[in-house]
T-cell receptor
Framework: DGGITQSPKYLFRKEGQNVTLSCEQN?????MYWYRQDPGQGLRLIYY???????QKGDIAEGYSVSREKKESFPLTVTSAQKNPTAFYLC??????????????FGSGTRLTVV | AQSVAQPEDQVNVAEGNPLTVKCTYS??????LFWYVQYPNRGLQFLLK??????LVKGSYGFEAEFNKSQTSFHLKKPSALVSDSALYFC?????????????FGKGTRLSVIA
């Protein structure tokens, strides 16, 4: 079945450590997105990419980095510069052709906790 | 700039009663509008969308939404609520002619259906 796979489901990070969240899709979607979800704050856009080897910052990109070396993959690295990384992270994708018609397909999320 | 407001953090309704979850938006020009639902520790699932045409949009699980251009609203409704409808609901918007700009999400409304 086509879809988006996020891994791991749960991730624990020590202070000062970088961690990478995986997002893979087999939907042949062009655009991919990373959102951060905190209670009461909804979804906030971290980064997005519309084509391979290109990406744009969202509203809260500081302390995060991404890469888009393959169409199917859009990993997110949470760096030590992100001072409050504990959150639920969601990856999404959409085809660019008539994107409004399709909306987004979401992964199941990764819950990151600083220990 | 695009924005979405969900004025209620929490909506409580008795099973079998009608439910409404409110959403207002702000975009330049005509909007694409979406409703998504999220169950605990899961990604967002698409419920319904409005692009053009009939102002009353029908979606999954018996939900519908009414687009009101003069009030810039897109309220989610269901004639008879089920306990299984209890979840977090998100409204999202982007402008019709905004190219491929990402969706903007509201902060979410938690729906609790009481048996």
């Amino acid at each position: 079945d086509g879809g988006i796979t996020q891994s791991p489901k749960y991730l624990f990070r020590k202070e000062g450590q970088n961690v990478t969240l995986s997002c893979e899709q087999n939907l042949n979607h062009d655009a991919m997105y990373w959102y951060r979800q905190d209670p009461g704050q909804g979804l906030r856009l971290i980064y997005y990419s519309q084509i391979v080897n290109d990406f744009q910052k969202g509203d809260i990109a500081e302390g995060y980095s991404v890469s888009r070396e393959k169409k199917e993959s859009f990993p997110l690295t949470v760096t030590s510069a992100q001072k409050n990384p504990t959150a639920f992270y969601l990856c999404a994708s959409t085809p660019l052709r008539r994107p409004g018609d399709y909306g987004y397909t979401f992964g199941s999320g990764t819950r990151l906790t600083v220990v | 700039a695009q924005s979405v407001a969900q004025p209620e953090d929490q909506v409580n309704v008795a099973e079998g009663n009608p439910l409404t979850v409110k959403c207002t938006y702000s975009v330049s020009g005509n909007p694409y509008l979406f409703w998504y639902v999220q169950y605990p520790n899961r990604g967002l699932q698409f419920l319904l969308k409005y692009i053009t045409g009939d102002n009353l949009v029908k979606g999954s699980y018996g939900f519908e939404a009414e687009f009101n251009k003069s009030q810039t609203s897109f309220h989610l409704k269901k004639p008879s609520a089920l306990v299984s409808d209890s979840a977090l609901y998100f409204c999202a918007v982007r402008a019709l002619n905004s190219g491929n700009t990402p969706l903007v999400f509201g902060k979410g409304t938690r729906l609790s259906v009481i048996a």
